[in-house]
């Protein structure tokens, strides 16, 4: 770039956030150790240069097992306040942490901006989306909770049935959606009565800062520890110990994978994890071109292609590949670059400061092994951005295809018979979403029959994405373990618990006695709007 833009005020950084207070045990307490700084890839002066935001606390093995210990107490082999308590004082304490996370929204947003390059209205939108998120699960809560009032009967045996905590959960969001994905773990985790230690990405870190005072003062102690520092040096001993009983991840596989194998009791260990993906459109030959186009410009390059629902790879019919790829080619050529708060941006700065470079790699490793960039811009280097390539023809020996690129690199491939990319598909360690292009419904049919066997997604005539959050969220092979929704999440948090008793004089008397004394928040038909 070659002079930056003047910054609008309200989106300039005027004090750095040197972060030295973390939770735990419902209190914040004071870091008096080492220091990490935290970089934003946008610059604030004219000459390029990465900007300071602040620091968070570079913590280890003596702070994580001191959250441990805290996520354990409160949890109290299950007679804690907060497993115990009963379903509308847990409720209550989460509404109160909306509300007060709702104060947050200007600095939150800001930060998503400077933290990892989100465009304007995609932060507002996730902050947004977050609050709406917390609120639907809360409804979610009751719907369940409602439910459980009925006692049933069956050959003789009447039984009250819940869901119920887990224990303690360990939460590690990613940094591309660090306050949205990562709330969708914490949030139904902490409201299904478990307990939790929570370490925010690498990159969208200093935003979780100004929610701290929220958490602290929403949940009684040891219900919710937030941790600042590296994956390995926090979540690694705290799995050693056995003491999790949710590994909660987004992220990638061989960091879920690091962390199952450290826990010493794998059995007992519950996995929610969002993992990896290559989600491939499929275009067919009677595909509406201009609603293609547009569709699959948004799935390979919304946030720069820096989302596990992104497209990371277009098979196009041969029938029509030449005219897709000219004019999608002009049309990522047409996208405006700029500053996240810059109207119109629709490609902002990189997050990380290597990523460029893993682009240009792959984008190397494709043009030695015979395939061109199709699009003028592709490839062109800014400090903190490489312009999204789009590579064609792209074979199966090419990194780009095999790797998920998360980042703006657009590999094309052509097909003539519908089973190479069936097949592929089929191959691949992956299995979350398609996109399926085209309007012959007897073609669509037995595809449809066949993608929904391969993958968990099939979007028709629509780009891959997460919502809405009322939708399951989940992926076969590498790609994710358990499901997530706004209704799916509460039940990956929790299990099935019940009080059963067989139909007799005594145990109908007492359990009359238990409903009116209203002495066991479990054996309750109190109803909650």
């Given at each position: 770039m070659d002079k930056m833009p003047t910054i609008p005020e309200r989106f300039q950084i005027k004090e750095q956030i040197h972060q030295r207070q973390y939770l735990v045990n419902g209190e914040l307490k004071n870091w008096e150790g080492s220091t990490s700084e935290v970089y934003s890839t946008i610059s604030s002066t004219d000459a390029y240069k990465p900007t300071l935001l602040g620091s968070i606390p570079d913590m280890g093995e003596t702070e994580a097992l001191h959250a441990l210990d805290a996520a354990n107490e409160a949890y109290g082999n299950g007679q804690g306040v907060w497993p115990t308590m009963h379903s509308r004082d847990r409720i209550a304490c989460m509404e109160q942490f909306v509300e007060r996370m709702a104060e947050k929204r200007e600095i939150v947003v800001k930060l998503l901006m400077w933290e990892i390059g989100k465009n304007l209205s995609d932060s507002e939108k996730e902050f947004d989306r977050t609050i709406d998120y917390i609120k639907d699960t809360i409804e979610a809560y009751k719907k369940i909770d409602r439910k459980a009032i009925q006692l049933q009967k069956e050959s003789g045996v009447y039984a009250q049935i819940r869901r119920g905590p887990l224990g303690v959960v360990l939460c590690l969001g990613p940094y591309n959606y660090p306050l949205n994905e990562t709330f969708t773990l914490l949030i139904p985790a902490i409201i299904m009565g478990n307990t939790t230690i929570f370490k925010p990405a690498k990159f969208g870190v200093?935003?979780?800062?100004?929610?701290?005072?929220?958490?602290?003062?929403?949940?009684?102690?040891?219900v919710v520890n937030i941790l600042f520092g590296r994956g390995r040096a926090i979540a690694g001993p705290i799995m050693k110990t056995g003491k999790v009983n949710v590994l909660a991840l987004i992220g990638n596989s061989k960091s879920a994978n690091a962390l199952q194998t450290q826990h010493p009791k794998a059995n007992r260990l519950r996995l929610v994890l969002g993992l990896e993906a290559k989600n491939p459109a499929i275009i067919l030959p009677d595909a509406d071109m201009e609603l293609t186009i547009n569709e699959c410009l948004s799935g390979t390059l919304s946030y720069n292609g820096q989302r596990c629902t992104a497209l990371?790879?277009?098979?196009?019919?041969?029938?029509?590949?030449?005219?897709?790829?000219?004019?999608?080619?002009?049309?990522?050529?047409?996208?405006?670059?700029?500053?996240?708060?810059?109207?119109?941006?629709?490609?902002?700065?990189?997050?990380?400061?290597?990523?460029?470079?893993?682009?240009?790699?792959?984008?190397?490793?494709?043009?030695?092994?015979?395939?061109?960039?199709?699009?003028?811009?592709?490839?062109?280097?800014?400090?903190?951005?490489?312009?999204?390539?789009?590579?064609?023809?792209?074979?199966?020996?090419?990194?780009?295809?095999?790797?998920?690129?998360?980042?703006?690199?657009?590999?094309?491939?052509d097909f003539e018979d519908i089973e190479e990319p069936l097949n592929d598909m089929a191959e691949s360690n992956y299995g979350q979403q398609?996109?399926?292009?085209?309007?012959?419904?007897?073609?669509?049919?037995?595809?449809?029959d066949t993608l929904a066997n391969i993958v968990c997604r099939v979007n028709l005539n629509s780009s891959c994405q997460r919502g809405p959050d009322v939708y399951p969220f989940t992926g076969r092979k590498d790609s994710a373990v358990a499901t997530l929704s706004v209704y799916d999440a509460?039940?990956?948090?929790?299990?099935?618990?019940?009080?059963?008793?067989?139909?007799?004089?005594?145990?109908?008397?007492t359990v009359e006695q238990l409903l009116e004394t209203k002495l066991s928040n479990f054996v309750s038909t109190d109803y909650i709007l």
């Open positions: 200093l935003l979780i800062a100004p929610l701290l005072e929220a958490f602290q003062s929403s949940f009684p102690k040891g990371k790879v277009l098979y196009a019919h041969k029938e029509i590949s030449k005219e897709f790829r000219e004019k999608f080619a002009e049309k990522v050529d047409a996208l405006q670059f700029g500053n996240p708060w810059d109207e119109g941006a629709q490609l902002t700065p990189l997050p990380e400061p290597d990523k460029p470079d893993y682009i240009q790699e792959l984008i190397d490793d494709a043009l030695s092994k015979g395939a061109k960039i199709l699009n003028k811009k592709g490839g062109k280097r800014y400090d903190n951005f490489i312009w999204p390539a789009v590579l064609y023809p792209v074979t199966k020996n090419m990194r780009v295809y095999e790797e998920e690129q998360f980042g703006p690199v657009i590999p094309i491939l398609v996109s399926l292009f085209g309007k012959d419904v007897y073609a669509l049919a037995p595809l449809i509460l039940r990956s948090f929790s299990i099935r618990t019940f009080l059963a008793f067989k139909d007799n004089e005594l145990n109908r008397e």
